[in-house]
């Protein structure tokens, strides 16, 4: 009897598969098109899948043991069902090959089992509960009923009864591992990821033969002279659709709403929830059936959405309310962490971007700062001409005088801030005494576009990047240096795009640089225990997690590192806009980091970003002292030893009249 | 009083005596109302040191020896020094300048005084042939200082139609006044409290293009009226040089309030009374508006609390008590402690109160930047180092609730005093 | 209703934008419910106006009326025929321009020019029917005063009216800029005036004008006692109190 049953139930199954995988199919190209190479996607799919993907998994041992053998179990037992029982190829090798596939699945399932015993929060619950069992269901009985196809037990063993429930239990297993991948439901990830790392909107992040990936983490800038094109994410739909796509793959694991500053912070957002909404607005409905951490402080079920209607309503609610967006502080943290590879910044931006552009929306003091921005090219909305004040002392190499150097000094909006002035002429101070032949914009400099960007103002972001470009288009200079990771960033990474290409460093790589050859002498630390704070934009977003640290070490700095520190760095609470949309939580975000740095015991915190300084100095009752790495070098400089001779010396005088 | 000196020796006992139960009213009596000064006994002035003198810079009295700041009679001296201002009458004049004050609360504003002042520039410049300045002012006042600001003539208009807001019937009046005597010049408060308003209406009403803004005049040959006069335009952004017309709305500071002479302040009344008016515009009254709920960016006088208040009743009784509107410091907001619009500073509200008053606010740059603006800023704080203090005109170091408990007393008592004194 | 709209002026920069008084004039009439708000500006159209002007088109316009005039003209017969040839039962406009004379009579003019009646320095419009207009009045000091006005009239607002929302980019790139002709009248005598970037007005010294060197003395005194960044250590919360009080009463805050 098994025998007539097992094929048919296979063959239904995938049937069934094929119609739930159309399915699926038509809910992603809702989505805009987008370029993407098929063919070569998948041809790379495997490797993205077992090595990149694999890389961020393995960052959990356990985690990525179970899921090599559930996942190789399940992968390996599938394909040997089909040939074993559907096609009745059982004999020889294929049936024992089958029996130790789906033993290895049920050894790996025995573990997801355990780890659903207690979930941690961050774990997703609903349906997500009874994958193990599903898991379970269909190794075991693929399992048993294998055994009598290798002869291992007698071909009519048991009774009919026996066989019946051995169906029942194997339609369970089929249901939610075949059928479900594609129809819907916790196996769903597995069909939605393989495709989405195949046709991942950026291919660039992930290895090939040739070498690593990079970072890939500047936005994509909107085509804004196309008048038809929208502006941003309005509803679902206009997600390109390998981005719903990517969505789709979501396995509510959770790691990103683990490590994301606002939803710890209490601010209404949890990156996983905000995929999952995208999810349930691409097939339409409401979130009632989330079964995760909810975003703080709004209860689940009370907003819902579809493919074509807005993801943010104008008033009352829809899918998402506008502070959940304006809550990310674009560190990618989740990114970072997401083992699916999903990119959660760019579709807030993305979101973003539709608030600002078509909404006029971004709130608090958001509208006033794109406003200066627009009227000031600072977001301050200080004067142009005196952004070289501060600097009246030093008499600083115009670019306008002298048409070319080696090192362009990128100053940022910093230069209006009197705290972060002081970080400037500490840099200053140290270019000086290192020798280094460099000049500034002076007035000519404008922001970098950051803010706006991350504010979703594409346009004004569009307006002074090219404008800076043009600027900079009119000198010769080898590479910027600056000391704002911000700016770095989008100079960088994202004036690309536009038409800029720089080579373009942090000064902490800079200083690391004139160290290594020699040019800088220090002389012992004797302050007490210090810690370093990776700013979001200078690691995670610039992968330079190595420099400011050797630089402390060359100032005989042992550092005190945090719990969350490199890759792992918990956000200063700064970046994307957030102090200017500054959507209550419970705490904020640079208390939050202040305590990790109290958890090192430091005394000081060397930080490598204005933004940092600022948020960090922002915090009552702090425990530790907040210094930039350019300060504590200035502070640190001494004359070469003897032998460099007198050339030093007059460098080291110059230094000290700069401070 | 006679000039012989009439003695009464107990009173002069009584003045020397300084424990005496009536020595002060003896003093008083005796010195003609300054208790710190009387006639001794060999008609020798006699002088109490103890009632006379001020609080000097450095905290030490000083006596003051010129003879102004004596005794209880401050008034009484005031009065003496405008009796002594010499009274200027012009019979008739050459031409008017007619001035429409504010009488913001009755009563002259500074900002009238100076268009006064400007007013008698322009009566005054050719002493062959004197101007007189005519003030016309609307309802009810409690000013009696119209000679010493500068008028020559007054036009009072009272009753109910120029009562509040009613800009039509005031209207009516002033192009009345055009009419009867077609002043020379016309000089308007351009301020927010009517002046600018009514101005502009009188201006377009007669059809002739006033100078807005004005905030400084020169004699000039070639303009018209002899006069040229720079003026704010832009949003205040330009000056603009041109001849000064007959209508001027001017700015504050615009001239020296009068403070030699004194005037006529004589009495005129319109020639016809004035026709009854159909008003399009109906007055329904002030609302009622709690200084503490004012919004932040518009209050004048702000209290504004930071971490370094414990006692939150106690902060928020003073602010109802001085009639502050209440602000914060981003921490008293995260605490929960005061609402999020009340928060002052880079990411709350920036602020253009005239007085801001920072208590146990430490001053960081996020919240300087919302008080750049402020006039004068009151630091009350433990820590004299904390940056707020830099940037303060006036800073007590102390504990907060108490110095703000102690204000509180003291302007609950001069409240009572006033009270018992009316 | 109609808003009236200019070219502004950032006070920085320079760089024009939507003037921030007639942007708190078009929030004003978007504030009130079911209003058909139309946008009126006459002025010269170039590339730096219009995108001023777009700006207000951003905050949710589909068109703009811009009656086309040159330079330095005066914008008031074209204005008041296109008002008198359409007219709205509410005319909005900011208190004065951020460009040119900004004297802010223009919008005098035209109420005398159309017989309207006006009202100035609007916080708030509270309702509008029947042919009238209930609106609030800002004060000093945040005070208000409750008005009736009957329609049609014209209002200006005050800079305590609700802060104008965001123009946003996408309507602002889309809305229409209907341009339309008018007759031109030249401002003559705006032609003879100098114009200058403002000075900083010198701030006006405490003249003493006394009888004698000791008042003179006395009064320097005085003076110096309230110089400013006055530091008061080590006093008596009570001796605080009184030289905060002192200020307090200087200043005229305390009522
Ligand atoms: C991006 C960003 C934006 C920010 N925006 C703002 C903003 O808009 N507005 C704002 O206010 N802050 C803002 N901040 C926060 C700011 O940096 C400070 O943290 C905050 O202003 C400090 O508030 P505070 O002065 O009340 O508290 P504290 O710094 O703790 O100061 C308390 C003060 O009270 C004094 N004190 C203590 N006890 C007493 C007592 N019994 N009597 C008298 N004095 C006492 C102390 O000496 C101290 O000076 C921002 C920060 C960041 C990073
Ligand atoms: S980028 Fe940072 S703040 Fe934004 S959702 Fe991700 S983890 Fe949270
Ligand atoms: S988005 Fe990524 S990290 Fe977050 S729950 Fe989904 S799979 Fe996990």
Redesign the pocket.
């Known amino acids: 009897m098994l025998d007539t049953l097992l094929p048919i139930l296979i063959a239904a199954s995938l049937a069934l598969a094929v119609i739930g995988a159309w399915r699926r199919v038509r809910l992603w190209r809702q989505g805009r098109s987008a370029p993407v190479d098929l063919l070569k996607g998948l041809a790379a799919m495997p490797r993205r899948y077992l090595v990149d993907l694999h890389h961020v998994v393995a960052r959990d041992k356990v985690m990525s043991n179970t899921h090599v053998a559930t996942a190789g179990g399940f992968v390996a037992a599938a394909v040997l069902m089909v040939l074993v029982h559907g096609l009745g190829l059982a004999q020889g090798v294929l049936g024992w090959a089958l029996l130790a596939a789906s033993a290895t699945m049920f050894a790996g399932s025995c573990f997801v089992a355990r780890r659903r015993r207690n979930p941690p929060a961050r774990l997703s619950k609903g349906p997500w509960m009874r994958l193990p069992k599903s898991l379970m269901a269909f190794s075991l009985s693929i399992f048993a009923i294998t055994l009598p196809a290798v002869g291992l037990l007698p071909e009519d063993f048991g009774s009919w009864i026996l066989a019946l429930a051995l169906c029942t239990v194997l339609v369970w297993g089929l249901g939610e591992m075949v059928f479900g991948m594609t129809w819907g439901g916790p196996m769903k990830h597995a069909f939605a990821g393989a495709l989405h790392l195949a046709f991942h909107r950026r291919a660039e992040r992930f290895s090939t033969k040739g070498g690593e990936g990079n970072r890939s983490t500047g936005l994509k800038a909107l085509n804004l002279d196309d008048r038809d094109a929208p502006l941003g994410v309005e509803t679902p739909s206009d997600f390109t659709w390998n981005q719903l796509l990517g969505f789709d793959a979501c396995v509510q694991c959770g790691r990103c709403e683990a490590v994301c500053p606002a939803f710890a912070a209490g601010q209404p957002l949890n990156p996983k929830k905000l995929i999952q909404d995208m999810v349930v607005g691409m097939a339409g409905g409401s979130d009632a059936h989330y079964a995760g951490s909810p975003y703080p402080g709004k209860p689940v079920g009370e907003h819902e959405g579809s493919a074509d209607g807005p993801i943010v309503a104008r008033e009352g609610k829809a899918l998402v309310d506008a502070d959940t967006l304006w809550s990310c502080t674009t560190c990618r943290a989740c990114v970072e962490e997401c083992p699916m590879m999903i990119e959660h910044v760019d579709a807030i931006v993305d979101m973003r971007r539709f608030l600002t552009l078509e909404h006029g929306n971004t709130p608090n003091k958001g509208a006033e700062v794109l406003d200066n921005l627009i009227a000031t090219d600072n977001p301050g909305g200080f004067d142009p001409g005196a952004r070289m004040h501060w600097a009246a002392d030093l008499e600083l190499p115009l670019m306008r005088d002298l048409q070319q150097a080696e090192v362009l000094l990128w100053l940022g909006d910093g230069a209006y801030d009197m705290r972060n002035q002081r970080t400037l002429r500490s840099l200053v101070k140290v270019l000086r005494a290192a020798d280094v032949d460099f000049a500034v914009l002076g007035d000519e400099e404008r922001d970098s576009g950051d803010v706006a960007r991350r504010l979703g103002d594409e346009a004004t972001f569009q307006s002074l990047a090219k404008r800076n470009i043009a600027t900079l288009s009119k000198y010769r200079f080898k590479r910027i240096v600056t000391c704002d990771p911000h700016s770095f960033h989008v100079l960088g990474n994202e004036y690309g795009e536009l038409g800029g290409d720089y080579e373009v460093r942090h000064h902490s790589t800079f200083i690391a640089e004139l160290y290594d050859a020699g040019r800088l002498h220090f002389k012992p630390w004797k302050g007490g225990s210090v810690t370093y704070h990776d700013p979001c934009y200078l690691g995670r977003y610039n992968g330079e997690f190595e420099a400011p640290r050797n630089v402390l070490r060359a100032l005989g700095i042992e550092v005190a590192e945090m719990e969350r520190s490199g890759f792992r760095s918990r956000c200063c609470g700064?970046g994307g806009g957030a102090?200017i949309t500054d959507i209550p939580g419970k705490q904020r975000i640079?208390d939050m980091r202040m305590g990790d740095v109290r958890e090192t015991g430091a005394e000081l915190v060397a930080v490598g970003c204005p933004q940092c300084t600022?948020?960090l100095?922002?915090?009552?009752?702090a425990s530790a002292e907040v210094r930039d790495i350019a300060e504590l070098v200035a502070d640190a400089l001494i004359a070469a030893p003897a032998s460099t001779g007198e050339r030093s010396q007059t460098q080291e005088a110059q230094a000290a009249e700069v401070l | 009083m006679s000039e012989i000196l009439r003695r009464d020796p107990r009173k002069e006992w009584i003045a020397r005596n300084r424990l005496h139960p009536q020595h002060l009213e003896v003093l008083a009596e005796l010195g003609g109302g300054a208790a710190s000064e009387w006639v001794g006994p060999n008609g020798l002035v006699r002088r109490n040191p103890h009632v006379v003198g001020f609080m000097g810079p450095n905290g030490l009295k000083r006596i003051d020896r010129s003879g102004v700041q004596q005794g209880a009679g401050g008034g009484g001296a005031a009065k003496a020094a405008t009796q002594s201002k010499p009274l200027v009458e012009i019979e008739s004049p050459a031409f008017l300048v007619a001035v429409v004050p504010d009488m913001a609360g009755g009563r002259l504003t500074g900002h009238d005084r100076d268009l006064l002042g400007l007013a008698r520039q322009l009566a005054d410049a050719d002493p062959a042939a004197p101007g007189a300045v005519l003030a016309v002012i609307f309802g009810e006042h409690k000013e009696d200082g119209f000679a010493e600001a500068g008028i020559d003539r007054l036009l009072h208009l009272d009753g109910p139609d120029v009562e509040g807001f009613a800009p039509e019937a005031r209207l009516g009046a002033l192009v009345a006044a055009e009419e009867a005597w077609t002043p020379r010049h016309w000089l308007i408060p351009d301020s927010k409290l009517g002046g600018a308003d009514l101005g502009r209406r009188l201006a377009a009403r007669l059809g002739e293009r006033p100078a807005t803004g004005v905030w400084q005049i020169e004699a000039s040959a070639e303009a018209d009226l002899g006069w040229s006069c720079t003026a704010r335009g832009a949003a205040g952004t330009l000056d603009i040089q041109r001849s000064l017309p007959r209508f001027a709305l001017a700015l504050a500071e615009c001239a020296e309030p009068v403070s030699d002479t004194r005037h006529a302040a004589s009495e005129l009344t319109l020639p016809q009374a004035l026709p009854a008016q159909l008003s399009r515009i109906e007055d329904l009254g002030q609302v009622a508006v709690d200084p503490a709920g004012v919004a932040l960016s518009e209050a004048e006088f702000i209290l504004s609390a930071?971490?370094?208040?414990?006692d939150w009743d106690g902060f928020h009784h003073a602010a109802e008590v001085l009639g502050a509107t209440e602000g914060a410091?981003?921490?008293?907001v995260d605490d929960g402690f005061m609402a999020r619009n009340r928060?002052?500073?880079?990411?709350?509200t920036w602020v253009t109160a005239r007085v801001y008053v920072a208590?146990?606010?430490?001053?960081?740059?996020?919240?300087l930047q919302?008080i750049q603006s402020c006039d004068k800023v009151v630091a009350?704080?433990?820590?004299p180092g904390?940056d707020?203090i830099k940037r303060a005109d006036l800073a007590v170091i102390?504990?907060?609730?108490k110095v703000l408990e102690a204000l509180v007393a003291l302007v609950e008592q001069a409240r009572e005093e006033k009270r018992n004194a009316a | 209703m109609t808003v009236l709209v200019s070219v502004g002026r950032h006070p920085v920069t320079g760089r024009s934008r939507r003037a921030d008084q007639d942007a708190r004039g078009v929030e004003l009439a978007r504030t009130l419910p079911g209003a058909e708000i139309g946008l009126l500006h006459a002025g010269r159209l170039d590339e730096g106006n219009e995108a001023a002007l777009r700006g207000y088109l951003g905050m949710g316009f589909d068109a703009l009326t811009l009656i086309e005039q040159p330079e330095s003209s005066d914008a008031l017969p074209a204005l008041a025929e296109a008002l008198k040839a359409a007219p709205p039962q509410l005319v909005i406009a900011g208190e004065r321009a951020e460009q040119g004379e900004g004297s802010g009579l223009l919008p005098y003019l035209l109420a005398e020019r159309l017989g309207w009646p006006l009202v100035s320095g609007l916080a708030a419009v509270e309702e509008v029917s029947g042919g009238v207009a209930t609106v609030l009045q800002a004060l000093p000091r945040g005070q208000r005063r409750r008005l009736k006005v009957r329609l049609p009239a014209i209002v200006t607002v005050d800079a305590a009216a609700p802060a104008p929302r965001q123009s946003a980019f996408g309507p602002a790139q889309r809305g229409r800029l209907e341009v339309s002709e008018a007759p031109v009248a030249a401002d003559v005598e705006m032609a003879e005036w100098q114009f200058k970037p403002a000075r900083k007005r010198p701030k006006r010294l405490k003249i003493v004008k006394a009888a004698s060197a000791r008042d003179r003395f006395k009064a320097a005194a005085a003076k110096a006692e309230g110089g400013g960044g006055q530091v008061l250590t080590d006093v008596t919360a009570e001796q605080g109190a009184a030289a905060v009080y002192k200020l307090l009463k200087e200043e005229g805050v305390l009522r």
Do not use: L, W
């Not at chain 1, 100095?617 to 009752?621: K, R």
């Not at chain 2, 410091?329 to 008293?332: D, E, F, H, N």
């Not at chain 2, 009350?380 to 820590?383: F, Q």
């Open positions: 700064g102090p640079p600022a948020m100095e922002g915090v009552v009752d | 930071g971490n370094g208040v414990r410091s981003r921490v008293a928060q002052v500073g880079a990411t709350g208590v146990g606010i430490s001053g960081a740059i996020q919240h919302g009350i704080n433990m820590d904390c707020m102390g504990d907060s609730a």
